[in-house]
């Protein structure tokens, strides 16, 4: 359970019901807002239809940063009750009192209200852009996920409680005004106020957190029909030339998912995308009216990079999938916030890789799984599913382990049990549970059905499998060895940890192992959930693979000798995917203290023809925390160990970056135009190459005479290279880009590229820009953590963050704050540890318990490795430098 940072100490939360009473339930929200776009407030009023369960002399509701002026209650016989409000502030509840009883049966709800249009990203809040003279333009928007519906309009803001809504917005006569529903009629009030009224189709039954509006000065694209469904991406003016590719995106997407699920689109008319200027997330899956960060739905196709078109495509994807898998049918409560998150990411996966094969999806997704299982592998993780008893421990669940490890472990079912086995499974779920709530178990029960119904015989057991995966926190590692009797090889797991913990938990670990033996390669599927298991592969056999696929969530290690056969011929012997894990779990090992980062380096060397980016990230990756650990001795004399791992890097990537060259080949797939970009980036910095830097500026100036004369997958490197490289007057040149710039992934790269440089007054200059409208509060977290992240920064960041602490939690959105504190993992010394422990004991982060923790464990590991690794790694360096000769790009 994660707690409230202060309960147990007098807390005044502390043993309060933050739940409504299912006394009262909602059906019906009628709802008039008129926002006021100059004073940032706006008027309201509600009328709730509700049943009556039995006789109430008050009713329960919440309400937060409203006033509210007049609620009284209405039966069917007119029968007026006038209630007195009173409001915990804590609870965020509302009780509302009747002189008399409200009598079992149909009551209407009716309140009056205000409230503030927030700078905070959350609620019905304002987002201010500017157009090209500078003018600043107001936009009024919503973001409710999880509890912030209550801002906008009183309602029972728990998902159970789900109604239908006719949402009016009164709004200037100029301005667009979207909701959920497709536009009734639009007409003008004529009382001289210059607003329109506009109401909208009643939406379908749902949950208070899906509701949303959206008031501004809105463009669309042309509207696509799918299957009758008008579809329509919505920006700022001047952007609709960004708006294609999401378009192709989601006519793909709604199609695919509508024969998928066997359901029709179930919320209506049309489904609209809007680009907000200020988001908190990357996207929210309000029902008809999806709302999203510029950079995760408009790009500009001539220019955008893979990365960023990837970025679109899967949260669009995502957010569609919700529509029926979050929106349509819908967990019971926060505690199965994963199940949506979970199954809207693998679905992101799944369409995308049906829309674009030659992407290899499922691949590139082997970096979410290493994502999450680090953090899967910290004493402070937590289940999938977790309970919720408060609002802040709905908001800690928005992470790695309710997406990616949640996604991960449904993947691990989905290739186990099979493609159109789960599918049926997902079908039916959906259809027996069409516009209500569900437990995680529904799920199961309805997937085990569909195994049944496919094997009677052998049914595959789906909920003793994910319940133990989804309700224990952490993930095994399977050792394998080779046995003492031949043909045959042990299995036996345990848990993985980076700093041990003694649990000795089992999971039913859904193996998949490969295989050869006398020429032939076959694969077996079995559960292994015991401790350790003898299995047959066959006599005099060459290599096996466990994990074979490498769609499961759990690390494999091979003893020297299964090891040795199987890298023998690595590029051979393994896909890309089975070779990224291979790679990800050694260095899992050197991070646990089960390698050292010698053998690692040595384990290394046999992917130096590696052609995967995947393969390549997570090794470049691995190199920079090694970059990080150590530095040159100081004068002529002193041995220089950064020289030498530089030179290391040099001789890693150069073959690779030599043979690829600075130009794309004439069909070149994205895995290759990937791959370049990674390995510029990496010799131009880490490995100090030269030629690699010199040619970055080259390029860099060709890009600004012709955008399209260089290959976008390799422009982010250019300016990381320049920037790791840049003086003053490339910085304020980054800086103007930054504000200049016409994409939202170019404003993003030149704004990200002030926290590279490695001029500490430059750095400087970035951590004060933090704190100003130079940049959204939107991104200034992220840009933020980059700073701590940078090692000439480091230590600067950590005091100014120290220093600015009250201000940072007042200006920034909280889930980026949460984002932000997770990059004091850098601050990897014992003297700056034991400041960052002491500093957040004291200083608590709003609903950033969990991640606290976790950040703080993290540091722990990398002060340790620092501790253990840096000795040995210096002597193997000033061998390995001895014994070779130079190399470098060109």
């Given at each position: ?8 100490n ?16 909602p ?57 007195v409000?009173?409001?915990d502030?804590d ?13 079992a ?8 209200f ?27 928007t ?17 998902p ?14 100029k ?50 029909l799918?299957?009758?469904?008008e ?61 999203y ?76 799984r ?21 609002p ?36 039916a ?13 529904d ?65 039913p ?37 466990v ?7 759990y ?30 779990d ?6 646990a ?21 995947n ?33 290391a ?45 010199a ?26 290279i ?142 340790a ?26």
């Open positions: 359970m994660c707690k409230l940072h202060n309960e147990g007098g807390s005044p939360t502390e043993g309060k019901a933050f739940r409504l009473p299912h006394t009262v339930i059906s019906n929200y009628v709802i008039e807002l008129t926002p006021d776009l100059e004073k940032f407030t706006f008027e309201g009023k509600v009328a709730i239809e509700v049943d009556v369960v039995s006789p109430v002399s008050e009713v329960k509701i919440n309400t937060k940063e409203l006033e509210v002026s007049e609620f009284y209650a209405v039966n069917a016989g007119e029968t007026r009750h006038n209630g409000v009173e409001l502030h609870t965020e509840i509302a009780t509302i009192s009747f002189a008399g009883k409200l009598g049966g149909k009551w209407t709800l009716h309140s009056t205000t409230g503030t249009l927030n700078d905070k990203l959350k609620g019905f809040y304002r987002s201010i852009w500017k157009d090209e003279s500078g003018k600043e333009h107001v936009i009024a919503t973001q409710f996920e999880s509890t912030d519906a209550r801002r906008a309009f009183p309602c029972f803001d728990e159970e409680f789900k109604a239908t809504y006719d949402i009016t917005l009164n709004v200037p006569e301005l667009t005004a979207l909701s959920n529903g497709a536009i009734v009629s639009s007409t003008p009030l004529n009382d001289g106020s210059g607003l329109k009224k506009v109401t909208y189709e009643r939406t379908m039954k749902m949950s208070t957190y899906l509701v949303a509006f959206v008031v501004g000065e809105f463009v669309s694209s042309q509207p696509v799918v299957n009758g469904i579809t329509r991406i919505w920006c700022l003016p001047g952007k609709e030339h960004m708006t294609g590719f999401a378009l192709q995106a989601a006519a793909y997407a709604t199609n695919h998912y509508e024969h998928y699920f066997e359901i029709p689109y179930p919320g209506g008319k049309k489904i609209d995308h809007i680009a907000i200027p200020d988001f908190a997330s990357g996207a929210m899956e309000n029902l008809g009216l999806i709302t960060r510029e950079t995760a739905l408009l790009l500009d196709e001539k220019t955008a990079t893979h990365a960023e078109r990837n970025r679109v495509a899967v949260v669009v994807l995502h957010e569609l999938a919700h529509m029926w898998f979050g929106d349509l049918v819908t967990m019971a409560w926060w505690n199965g916030l994963w199940l949506n998150e979970s199954f809207a990411t693998f679905m992101e996966n799944l369409c995308l890789s049906h829309w674009k094969p030659e992407w290899n999806i499922w691949d590139e997704f082997g970096q979410s290493a994502m999450a299982s680090r953090v899967d592998a910290l004493r402070s993780t937590h289940p999938i599913e977790s309970p919720v008893n408060h802040d421990d709905a908001k800690q669940l928005f992470d790695v382990i309710s997406y990616e490890k949640g996604c991960s472990v449904l993947y691990q079912l989905h290739q186990y049990i099979g493609a159109e086995n789960f599918r049926k499974g997902i079908a779920y959906l259809k027996k549970h069409s516009y209500g709530n569900t437990e995680t178990h799920l199961w029960d309805a997937l085990e059905e569909a195994c049944k119904q496919a094997d009677p015989v052998h049914p595959v057991p789906v909920r003793k499998i994910m319940d133990a995966w989804v309700f224990t926190a952490g993930h095994p590692v399977v050792q394998v060895s080779e046995s003492d009797m031949p043909g045959f090889v042990k299995l036996s797991q345990s848990p993985f940890k980076f700093l041990p913990e003694g649990a000795d938990t089992l999971w670990v859904p193996i998949t192992l490969r295989v050869k033996a006398k020429g032939a390669v076959s694969e077996k599927k079995f559960l292994l959930d015991v401790a350790e298991q003898t299995v047959y592969v066959g006599e005099d056999f060459d290599w096996v693979v994990n074979s696929g490498g769609s499961g969530f690390r494999v290690t091979y003893d020297k000798g299964l090891a040795g056969k199987l890298t023998a011929h690595v590029q051979d012997n393994l896909s890309a995917i089975e070779r990224f894990n291979l790679v990800n050694s260095w899992a090992c050197v991070r203290g089960l390698l050292s980062t010698t053998d690692y380096l040595e384990m290394v060397q046999l992917f130096n023809s590696e052609e995967d980016p393969v390549w990230s997570i090794m470049v990756g691995s190199l920079g925390t090694l970059h990080s650990l150590v530095q040159d001795e100081p004068g002529d004399k002193g041995v220089k160990y950064r020289a030498a791992l530089q030179k890097v040099r001789d890693l990537v150069s073959p690779t970056m030599n043979r690829l060259g600075y130009a794309p080949a004439a069909g070149e797939s994205v895995q290759t135009r990937q791959l370049r970009g990674t390995l510029f980036a990496s010799l131009g910095t880490i490995g100090e190459d030269a030629a690699a830097q040619k970055a500026l080259e390029l860099y100036n060709s890009w600004k005479a012709d955008k399209q004369s260089v290959d976008a997958n390799i422009v982010p490197a250019i300016v990381g320049l920037s790791y490289k840049g003086d003053e007057a490339r910085y304020d040149e980054f800086f103007k880009l930054s504000q200049e710039a016409k994409s939202p992934q170019e404003v993003l790269r030149f704004l990200t590229a002030l926290a590279r440089f490695r001029d500490a007054k430059l750095l400087d200059k970035t951590m004060a820009k933090c704190l100003t409208d130079e940049v959204r509060t939107q991104d200034a977290p992220s840009l933020f953590a980059m700073l701590l992240g940078n090692e000439v920064a480091s230590e600067a960041a950590w005091k100014f963050l120290k220093d600015n602490w009250a201000t940072m939690i007042k200006r920034y959105p909280e889930n980026g704050v949460v984002r932000m504190v997770g990059a004091v993992t850098a601050l990897d010394t014992p003297a700056l540890e034991a400041e960052v422990k002491a500093f957040f004991a004291a200083n608590p982060v709003p609903a950033g318990d969990m991640a606290t923790a976790q950040a703080l464990e993290q540091l722990r590991i990398n002060v490795m620092r501790e253990r690794e840096t000795g040995r790694l210096q002597q193997h360096l000033v061998k390995a430098v001895a014994a070779t000769p130079a190399a470098s790009a060109v």
